[in-house]
Nanobody
Framework: QVQLIESGGGLVQAGGSLRLSCAAS????????MAWFRQAPGKEREFQVG????????DYADSVKGRFTMSRDNFKNTVYLQMNSLKPEDTATYYC????????????????WGQGTQVTVSS
């Protein structure tokens, strides 16, 4: 079992920045591929970025490439999502996910999820 706890969401004006954190604990959390997804009301859960545990290779969705940066601190078993140049359409609940299988953009490939943190971007 892996437990994920997100933090860092909030209300920000368009053009602003936020940094989300996801702390992992439990059974060998450092050996899981990690990803950030988001879900807006009435929409499907949408992949944002993933990081492969063994190589640190990241994969970004086109909608956030150049604006969002995912990083990790292996010592703290924590991943981060730095979000810059935020837009109102970035408003959603953001979820951290961990998966033991191959790195993927599909939410059903991930085994563990955090509770989510709300990000609201005002225009």
């Amino acid at each position: 079992q892996v437990q994920l706890i997100e933090s860092g969401g909030g209300l920000v004006q368009a053009g602003g920045s936020l940094r989300l954190s996801c702390a992992a604990s439990g059974r060998t959390p450092g050996r899981y591929n990690m990803a950030w997804f988001r879900q807006a009301p009435g929409k499907e859960r949408e992949f944002q970025v993933g990081i492969e545990w063994s190589t640190g290779t990241t994969d970004y969705a086109d909608s956030v490439k150049g604006r969002f940066t995912m990083s990790r601190d292996n010592f703290k078993n924590t991943v981060y999502l730095q979000m810059n140049s935020l837009k109102p359409e970035d408003t959603a609940t953001y979820y951290c996910a961990a998966g033991a299988g191959p790195s993927s953009r599909y939410y059903w490939r991930y085994d563990y999820w955090g509770q989510g943190t709300q990000v609201t971007v005002s225009s």
